[in-house]
């Protein structure tokens, strides 16, 4: 079978969100797993979490939908909330929890007769310019909600546009827009996302919402001695599949990109954009084999890609090639560094690995 896999560590899972609970000990943190957990595989990461977490939170209610049928029952935000009036009768059957952040799903919950009343996080635009009520109208949302009985534990809720670098000056912005309004409607609030979590327990509320993070992925622009803690979650591996000598000149891949420096040794690797390696990695994008650094030569092929192996002599047919995550050795590639070689972000990567790279999973839940 084609050796490349997606191995998903559900202890390392499980001690990166024991991590953002120690950073914010005082605050619930709700485990963010949109996105199929960002990559990992929802079900697999909800039930691994499932006696840690005192909630989920997901995109939409598909994907809580999932998460019901897959026999997770503890509460489940969505966190855009409802995308038509008629599903507030799935959120009631379902027990889910909803953000609100658009006038018409306010009509629908005050005009709504659901069999219990459903908790809701008002959110606030606070600076992020997407979603939510402006501050200034913010308090009269909130005694609109307040009033009917549809509606249960009320929360304000918001997120940062920049909680992720050094340069603090529009998150404080922010941030005192939302004490200043908690403070006017005695609100406990919703606000720090995986970079509030590490780096501002300003931000640290009655709820947070830890995402990135708990994969392992450093969210922050600089990492602090907490964000070195993290650990991988995924680590995608294959297998040298072919080797080429090559002279002094020769290319490799397609449009010969890269040309060989010096006689030079080739590893074909089955891993391509095909599988959802981003085809964007530049030459001398890192890859360890058999736990050693080595680059990428020439571009990235939709089934193969090509690592400069000169340096590695042992490299051989069958070889371990880590293209992120912990190799066999203990050495460890971040999808951070990797992403950056390919002129993106680490969530693009993790969410884009397709179904073709089966996932297989450690760890206790495993």
Sequence with gaps: MR??????????????????????????SVAVIKADAYGHGALACAKALEE????????????ALALRAGGI??????????FRADELALVDVHGFWIAVHSQWQVDALLAAKPRQP???????DSGMHRLGFAVEEAAGIWQQLSAVPSVASLHLMSHFASADTQDNGYFNQQMSRLQALARQLDAPLCLANSPATLAWPVAHGDWNRPGVMLYGSDPLEVANDITRQLQPVMTLRSEIIALRELEEGEPVGYSGRWSAPRRSRIAVVACGYGDGYDRHARDGTPVLVNGQRCAIAGKVSMDMLTVDVTEVPEAAIGSEVVLWGSASNGEVLPVDEVARYCDTISYTLLTGVLPR??????????
């Design 73 to 82: 029952t503890i509460p489940i935000v969505l966190l855009e909330g409802i």
């Design 52 to 63: 840690h977490a005192p909630a989920f939170a997901v995109a939409c209610i598909e994907e």
């Design 357 to 366: 790279a089966p996932r297989r999973y450690h760890g206790r839940s495993a």
């Design 118 to 124: 459903i908790p809701v996080w008002l959110k606030v």
């Design 3 to 28: 050796p490349l896999v997606a191995d998903i560590d559900l202890d390392a899972l499980r001690h990166n969100y024991q991590l953002a609970c120690r950073c914010a000990p005082k605050s619930r």
